[in-house]
């Protein structure tokens, strides 16, 4: 019985991986637009996108039928629509997981999906967390998603679990009105979209 459960997990993990649903996007390059045919990674029943694999690159059919692998530092970003939801993962440098960098068959960026835009800019991370079965129990594959802040022109910004109020108000000094809010606690990590919102109301250039 153990075993019958085991292939049916492994064949389940295994069509999640491989199920690429076909859409209609758009390629973003820094002096054109391409219209293209992606084939982004839903799951099983083709709902559910990916993130993870996608922020490493994203695969499509060209205008000639030909299928090719983009990379997140050969393009700005990329844009489709899946669920009645807008997507628009956009080509951001590596800064989070420089190991990753270094992996040979890593890029130097990700492909991150973008949740508000503006001069302060939140964006949805996602890492993939591997336990190894043992003699009682099964692998797992889980999905830890978080959020991460970009500025123009500064590294991405990860939201500390320990500290956050006090390292947002340093994060944010030049902007006395929001770190007021923060050092009321009228904000707090909860209201990390209400936090960029703020900002980008107040404090943007």
Do not use: W
């Amino acid at each position: 019985m153990k075993k019958a459960f085991f292939l049916v997990l492994l064949l389940t993990v295994v069509a999640n991986g491989l199920y690429a649903k076909k859409v209609k996007g758009l390629i973003k390059y820094n002096d054109h637009t391409e219209e293209v045919t992606l084939k982004i990674p839903a799951g099983l029943f083709g709902n559910n996108p990916q993130y993870v694999r996608l922020q490493d690159g994203v695969r499509y059919i060209n205008t000639d039928g030909v299928t090719k692998t983009l990379k997140p530092s050969e393009a700005e970003a990329v844009k489709f629509s899946i669920k009645g939801e807008t997507i628009v993962l956009v080509s951001v440098e590596n800064t989070i997981n420089k190991r990753a960098v270094y992996n040979f068959n890593r890029d130097s960026h990700l492909f991150l999906k973008l949740v508000l835009n503006g001069e302060l800019r939140l964006y949805d991370y996602y890492t993939e967390k591997h336990t190894p079965a043992t003699d009682q129990k099964t692998g797992t594959i889980s999905i830890k998603q978080e959020y991460l802040l970009k500025l123009p022109d500064s590294p991405l910004k990860n939201l500390k679990t320990i500290g956050f109020r006090k390292d947002m108000m340093e994060y944010f000094s030049y902007c006395p009105e929001l770190v007021e809010m923060l050092e009321t606690r009228t904000l707090r990590k909860k209201d990390i979209e209400a936090i960029v919102e703020f900002y980008n109301q107040k404090c943007s250039n």
